[in-house]
């Protein structure tokens, strides 16, 4: 008996943020396994042009999550979705030293404001057992200095799963929270990170594991309306 959704021919799966690091490398699962993948960026020719490195079977699209009213227009050509992935997120850190009101907008409104829209522009065309994964982060339980915002936005992702699993049941809808991915743009040349030592695992996660289990959650049809932390056990430390 299998744990997952009955085997579908051909399984869509939307990852809006997929021409960053960890939605390119989540698409790059979803396309080798032969699912039909659309990947957005906030541009057309980003989004076009990492689709063409995963695969040539891979959609790109336009989509801006701090411009929401803009949502449903961008997805209108998304005809039904199986997997549905929010991983995008404004660059930078954001210090209350020299807080910038106008980035700090952007971010709430990109995570909370966009994935909530995101969600709501395409319930209607979720096939029977699809999944919603949202990114958050670690920084939601280990603050650290300039991290206000992200930390906060990555709190309301854990409170958007709870009323998101209540308002589109009986579909799923789960976060994922990585710490520190070590082989990611942002850290892969900050080898001594200070979480390292301090990780019971001795390292940083990988991006490998963190698409893993982002597919985990997708996949499995009993977990929802979880918080999953891939952190190599440091919030244990
Ligand atoms: N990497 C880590 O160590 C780490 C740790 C904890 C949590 N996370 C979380 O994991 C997720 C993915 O992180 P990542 O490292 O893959 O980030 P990344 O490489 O910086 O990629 C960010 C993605 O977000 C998109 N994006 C930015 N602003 C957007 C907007 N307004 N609307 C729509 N898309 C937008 C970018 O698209 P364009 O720039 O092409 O427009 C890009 O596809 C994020 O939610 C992040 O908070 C990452």
Known sequence: MSAGRDHCLV????IVGGSGALGRVLAQRFADRGDT????SRTRERADA?????????????LDLSRPETIAEALVDVREVDNLVLAGVPAGFNTLAQFDIAKAVEAVTTKLVGYTETVRVLRDRFTRDASVVLFGG???ERPYPGSTIVTAINSGVT????????????H???????GVVGDSPRWRDVPDHP???RTPIGRLVTMAEVADAADFLLRNTGVNAED???DGGLRAT
């Open 138 to 140: 670690l920084a939601k």
């Open 159 to 170: 409170g958007l799963v709870k009323t998101l699993a209540v308002e589109i049941a009986p």
């Open 228 to 230: 999953l932390f891939i």
């Open 50 to 62: 990492a689709a063409a490195e995963i695969a040539d079977t891979v959609r790109g699209l336009a």
């Open 195 to 197: 979480h390292v030592p």
């Open 11 to 14: 399984t869509t799966s939307i």
């Open 172 to 178: 799923r809808v789960n976060a994922i929270h990585p």
């Open 37 to 40: 993948v659309v990947i957005t």
